[in-house]
Nanobody
Framework: VQLQASGGGLVQAGGSLRLSCAAS????????MGWFRQAPGKERDFLAA???????LYADSVKGRFTISRDKAKNTVYLQMNSLKPEDTAVYYC????????????????????WGQGTLVTVSS
């Protein structure tokens, strides 16, 4: 599966952005999709995941501010980010996995099979 992430950019603190991730290729095998981010010098952190049956998982750090959703007809997953903070500055990655259930395994990057190229989000103070 090939993933193309887009929607990143520069935004002021308190602002919003919506990231998109379009999947192509063997999308019939895609079951759950997730968003991660990686700031310079830090590990890649889980943000949110959505399963084929629309089960949702969120990291505590973004719960209430970020919303993941998907359009199955377009093979696209979205991440709506509100109330952005300077500490949200990072490269954001989408990923896909054949795992079906909304279990704790979706928090781990190693559970995902394919990754997008990343899109940079910069939040200015």
């Amino acid at each position: 599966v090939q993933l193309q992430a887009s929607g990143g950019g520069l935004v002021q603190a308190g602002g919003s952005l919506r990231l998109s991730c379009a999947a192509s290729g063997r999308t019939s095998s895609s079951r759950s999709m997730g968003w991660f981010r990686q700031a310079p010098g830090k590990e890649r952190d889980f943000l949110a995941a959505i399963t084929w049956t629309d089960g949702l998982l969120y990291a505590d750090s973004v719960k209430g501010r970020f919303t993941i959703s998907r359009d199955k007809a377009k093979n696209t997953v979205y991440l709506q980010m509100n109330s952005l903070k300077p500490e949200d500055t990072a490269v954001y990655y989408c990923a896909v996995t054949s795992r079906v259930r909304a279990s704790a395994t979706l928090y781990y990057a190693t559970s995902y099979d394919d990754w997008g190229q990343g899109t940079l989000v910069t939040v200015s103070s």
